[in-house]
């Protein structure tokens, strides 16, 4: 993958559908036009949209993984000189989660999704997500494409 400078919270926005809180990725790290790395700080904070009873559980590491897409998605349009497709999450597999909360993790968490399958209405990924040097997910997502 290309690093290019860190691709900043407020042009992720411009890419991506989810808006305001519901955009979890706060950096682009890297990309290239199979992959993405990117960092979100964003787990730790009280308001988090996806807080429950004030946790925010491991399980919504899979919002995540289907939101790096989105974004990976959202910068291959702009090079090309378009916007990408809105998408619909139609599946999950083989996910593994390795911890039971992240909401107590400190430092950022990093997510490397990359594009496993790809046709004009669909794609499939493979994501993982660490804090530091400890894998907390993995798992593939699958995106019904909506044709304009």
Not at 66 to 73: E, F, L, P, R, T
Request: charged share 20%.
């Amino acid at each position: 993958m290309t690093a290019p400078a860190i691709i900043p919270r407020d042009d992720i926005l411009t890419l991506v559908p989810h808006q305001g809180a519901m955009c979890l990725w706060d950096e682009v790290v890297e990309w290239d036009a199979q992959a993405v790395r990117l960092r979100a700080f964003n787990h730790i904070h009280a308001d988090h949209p996806l807080r429950s009873a004030g946790r925010l559980h491991a399980v919504h590491l899979c919002e995540y993984g289907a939101q790096a897409m989105a974004v990976h998605g959202g910068l291959r349009a702009r090079e090309g000189g378009g916007r990408a497709a809105a998408g619909v999450l139609v599946a999950l597999r083989g996910v593994e989660l390795h911890v039971e909360r992240i909401d107590e993790l400190h430092g950022p968490l990093e997510c490397h999704a990359h594009v496993l399958v790809e046709g004009e209405g669909s794609q499939q990924y493979a994501f993982q997500i660490h804090h530091r040097d400890t894998l907390l997910a993995t798992g593939r997502a699958a995106v019904m494409l909506q044709q304009p």
